[in-house]
């Protein structure tokens, strides 16, 4: 049986992914495509979170993509709403005849003798290996394990008669009404359960070992509404994510310029939001600075106005152990519960379950060096799409895809056929490529690609520079070494990089 080849291998049918297929079609016409998907379905993520309240952190107008505008009232969106949103993406472009569902990818190894990929794909139930070859991997899947979240191994979890759930295996058939729930951490998760169980149960309790940063915000843009009133919806487009964009940049950059007079005007809110009679500074006000890790939002301050009308609390404290009944606290303190929800995070993992090899050598991405956020050193003709941490996931997603775009291009317009980015002498990698210090980010960090000090080994949280990183730098920077049929084999890499930089054409600055 012939192996069916493509000549870019999409994986992941998600947010990601679709963007990615966008501008594989629109801007390499001529290039043959494929999109891979281990679920059933399209929507990646948000097809995956059924919890109840499950919503994004971002505006949609910047988590939507700038080709097809958001134009619901809605800026923070739920999760539902951004599922149908990625689906009629999908089937508006005709990116829906191009998915393989129930296709998990479980290696993927490059030749630089034939300048493929030969991946081998788990098809349907059955798991099925099946073989196909591409000239381009472009993964698409996300940094974490959909298959399981992260629950800590927790003293006397046996003895609890009730029912315990991480959210990311949410029955969808669980009945909370007039229940007492206990929600165990204090990340987006456990902030967007709170308030959306605490309409119907009994009571609900967010349990957390340290506060979080907690913003609120207005689920409705009055701006960006008025705008798509009064200009066209094009124009109003550019002008809200420019707006959005320009704001979400102002606010970090003053988190870490001034992060002691952010950390207060956040509590200040708090205190605001909630009124006398709740200690904000003891549930509210963490001890690390704002933007070590994520904050949380909570629109139209829904859990700070469930807090208020009584159903649900905060407790700062510590488990010492479950009891049959709930939880016994380091304080001394008994929470009873009928359920205990884990939302304990996620793990974070690369390429989850996927095995990589170059020229028959394992690849260990934790030895690698990140180039420019997106390919990493010694891996030809691979990039992933990663988001950004401090804002819209999307904006680098459509950055990405955009130059991944050009790089293609740039090979055909010169006849090449691998391109390898290579790690220069002295770029030891002393940072891990995503600088939170958040707990899954921690535990995830022994397995992660590093980051250099220069460019394009630094990678950067900020959208206005990688403008220039992506869609105005030099393609053949020094660092990329671009390879001809056979050229490769006749030219080892370590010598290619020796021989200093390969020809410059003014086309490599075109967008």
Avoid at 72 to 80: F, L, N, Q, R, W
Avoid at 105 to 112: F, M, P, T, V
Avoid at 232 to 260: C, E, G, Q, W
Avoid at 395 to 422: F, S, T, W
Wanted: hydrophobic share 40%.
């Amino acid at each position: 049986m012939a192996v069916e080849h493509v000549d870019v291998l999409i994986v992941g049918a998600g947010l990601s992914g679709v963007c990615a297929a966008y501008y594989i079609q629109t801007r390499c016409p001529k290039k043959s495509y494929a999109v891979i998907e281990a679920r059933d379905s399209i929507g990646g993520t948000w097809d995956l979170f059924r919890y109840p309240g499950v919503r994004s952190d971002s505006d949609m107008h910047t988590l939507g993509y700038s080709f097809r505008p958001w134009k619901e009232a809605k800026a923070i969106a739920d999760g539902p709403a951004i599922l149908n949103y990625v689906r009629e993406t999908a089937q508006v472009y005709g990116i829906d005849k191009k998915i393989r569902f129930n296709h998990r990818l479980r290696q993927a190894s490059w030749s630089s003798e034939d300048a493929l990929w030969t991946v081998e794909i788990e098809r349907g139930p059955q798991r099925e290996i099946v073989t196909m070859t591409c000239n381009f991997l472009y993964t698409c899947t996300g940094y974490y394990d959909y298959e399981q979240g992260y629950t800590p191994p927790f003293p006397g979890v046996e003895r609890f008669k009730g029912q315990i759930i991480h959210p990311q295996q949410w029955p969808q058939d669980l009945d909370y009404a007039g229940k007492r729930v206990v929600v165990i951490g204090s990340g987006a998760t456990a902030v967007t359960l709170v308030p959306a169980m605490a309409e119907t149960a009994a009571h609900v309790t967010m349990l957390q070992r340290s506060p979080t940063y907690i913003v609120a915000r207005p689920s409705e843009d009055v701006i960006a509404n008025f705008l798509h009133r009064v200009l066209p919806s094009r124009v109003a487009h550019a002008l809200v994510r420019s707006k959005n964009i320009a704001f979400t940049m102002y606010f970090y950059d003053l988190a870490r310029r001034r992060p002691a007079y952010v950390k207060q005007e956040i509590i200040k809110m708090a205190k605001k939001e909630l009124g006398p009679g709740f200690d904000v500074e003891r549930d509210f006000s963490p001890s690390y600075n704002p933007w070590d890790q994520r904050l949380c939002l909570v629109p139209d301050a829904d859990l700070f106005n469930a807090m208020k009308a009584g159903k649900a609390s905060v407790v700062t404290d510590q488990i010492e152990t479950f009891t049959e009944t709930g939880l016994r606290l380091r304080s001394g303190k008994e929470l009873p519960a009928d359920i205990i929800i884990t939302a304990t995070g996620l793990n974070m993992r690369l390429m989850v379950r996927t095995h990589l090899f170059v020229d028959g050598e394992p690849v260990d991405l934790a030895k690698t060096l990140s180039y420019r956020g997106t390919m990493v050193s010694g891996v030809p003709n691979l990039a992933a799409s990663f988001g950004y941490t401090n804002a819209s996931w999307t904006l680098k997603c459509e950055l990405i895809a955009q130059y991944v775009c050009r790089l293609l291009n740039y090979m055909d317009r010169h006849g090449y056929v691998e391109c390898l980015p290579q790690r220069p002498p002295g770029e030891k990698g002393e940072q891990p490529v995503v600088n939170l210090t958040s707990g899954y980010v921690q535990r995830a960090l022994a397995t992660l690609p590093r980051q250099g000090r220069h460019q394009p080994w630094r990678t950067y949280q900020n959208y206005v520079r990688d403008i220039f990183n992506f869609r105005l730098s030099r393609l053949n920077d020094g660092a990329m070494r671009f390879f001809q049929r056979g050229e490769r084999a006749a030219v080892p890499v370590l010598a290619a990089a020796a021989s200093g930089d390969s020809p410059r054409t003014p086309e490599e600055t075109m967008i």
